[in-house]
């Protein structure tokens, strides 16, 4: 098939890129030709909370990416439509994960069908922004509405397409496993390169700091009397886009300053091995969510973890099997990371996990969109 696959990808860094790329790598391994389009301008500088918008790092495989697509100039967005209907293209797949983008990848999309050849699917990453704005539900539904069928990677967004677009089928496959982040290496080492004590046991908060994904709620649970006095120590690695000091001034007010390591960046791919591989326990305390790529690093990694009851996080945690579901609060959190020390789960649910994540593979994805291209 001759697939083009539109949205974020590298020079970009973060989650949705990478989604792309590891998808286009597996499009590829089934001898499929394969084309990225990606952004020249995606976010306005004045509306980026982060520190630079692009990796760090290589891109991880033999792709063929093309940057022309500008977020807010709507000329651009007919060029470009324009070029893709002109290149005839079998099936686009368009990734979209927030409003702010809908209006160009929408009306691209509309214009590329437009040879009456071109099917277009979209990845819906999240359909619900995380932080609401007046006019996501429109520039949404455009999005929608100018796709063939959607692919949902949770139920919980499956369940929101639904809710706003009942014309237009919806594929389901949940998000596969993240194998792009290098090896797995000895917890010892691991702990070494980031000069960590070897006799300390350490869970890990990683990705980027957002109000939604409730490091309070861990902080709060890391004040709780089952762990701070333990030999355990959170690290938080990744960069901040909420406030900062809100979180420091939780550490400071209870005391835990020397249970919390903070690493303030955004980690490289390259890095990214090295903070899994020193943890033994993953916590993701959101106070909501749709689903969660950090879940399939873990799996990847082999690291036990504990999610919120909220959103899709539940799929793909079965309870007490690769970790625990607890509740989106610091005292159900704190008891679930006390349970796995006390009751010494590590071992258990890591050979659950090497069972469990068989059923997250990218040609699994591949078979299933290409099941609906041809048989619709």
Same mark, same amino acid.
């Given at each position: ?21 590891? !998808?286009? &790598?597996? *499009? =590829?391994? #089934?001898? /499929? ?6 952004? +020249? ?97 429109? !520039?949404? &539904?455009? *999005? =929608?509405? #100018?796709? /063939? ?6 139920? +919980? ?220």
């Amino acid at each position: 098939m001759k697939i083009a696959i539109l949205g974020p990808a590298f020079p970009y860094r973060g989650g949705i890129a990478n989604f792309s790329e590891r !998808l286009a &790598n597996e *499009f =590829l391994q #089934s001898n /499929d030709e394969v084309h990225l389009f990606t952004f +020249k301008m995606m976010y306005p500088d004045f509306i980026f909370p982060g520190k630079t918008q692009y990796a760090e790092t290589p891109l991880h495989f033999p792709l063929t990416i093309t940057r022309n697509i500008n977020s807010v100039n709507p000329l651009n967005w007919r060029n470009v439509g324009k070029q893709l209907q002109q290149q005839n293209f079998d099936l686009i797949l368009v990734a979209y994960s927030i409003p702010f983008l809908g209006p160009s990848l929408g009306r691209i999309a509309r214009i590329a069908k437009k040879n009456k050849h071109t099917k277009i699917i979209s990845i819906i990453h999240n359909l619900n922004p995380h932080e609401k704005r007046i006019g996501d539900s429109v !520039l949404s &539904n455009y *999005f =929608l509405n #100018s796709c /063939d069928a959607h692919l949902a990677l949770s139920k +919980k967004v499956e369940e929101d397409i639904l809710a706003k677009d009942k014309l237009h089928p919806v594929i389901y496959y949940p998000h596969p496993v993240y194998d792009n982040f290098g090896e797995i290496i000895d917890k010892k080492q691991a702990k070494n390169k980031l000069q960590l004590d070897e006799n300390t046991s350490y869970i890990l908060f990683f990705g980027l700091i957002r109000e939604y994904k409730g490091l309070d709620l861990l902080l709060h649970a890391m004040a709780n009397t089952k762990l701070k006095n333990e030999n355990i120590k959170l690290i938080i690695a990744g960069e901040f886009y909420s406030d900062i000091e809100k979180y420091q001034t939780i550490i400071k007010e209870n005391g835990i300053e020397n249970n919390v390591l903070i690493y303030n960046q955004f980690i490289p791919d390259n890095e990214v091995n090295t903070y899994f591989s020193a943890s033994d326990l993953v916590v993701q305390p959101y106070k909501h969510a749709t689903q969660s790529g950090i879940t399939q690093i873990c799996y990847h990694f082999n690291k036990p973890m504990i999610v919120t009851n909220v959103g899709g996080l539940p799929e793909t945690v079965p309870n007490n099997i690769v970790g625990y579901v607890c509740e989106p609060n610091a005292e159900s959190i704190a008891e679930s990371i006390s349970q796995f020390y006390t009751e010494k789960k590590e071992t258990e649910f890591v050979q659950n996990i090497l069972l469990e994540k068989k059923k997250y593979s990218w040609n699994g994805l591949v078979e299933k969109i290409k099941n609906w291209y041809n048989f619709g």
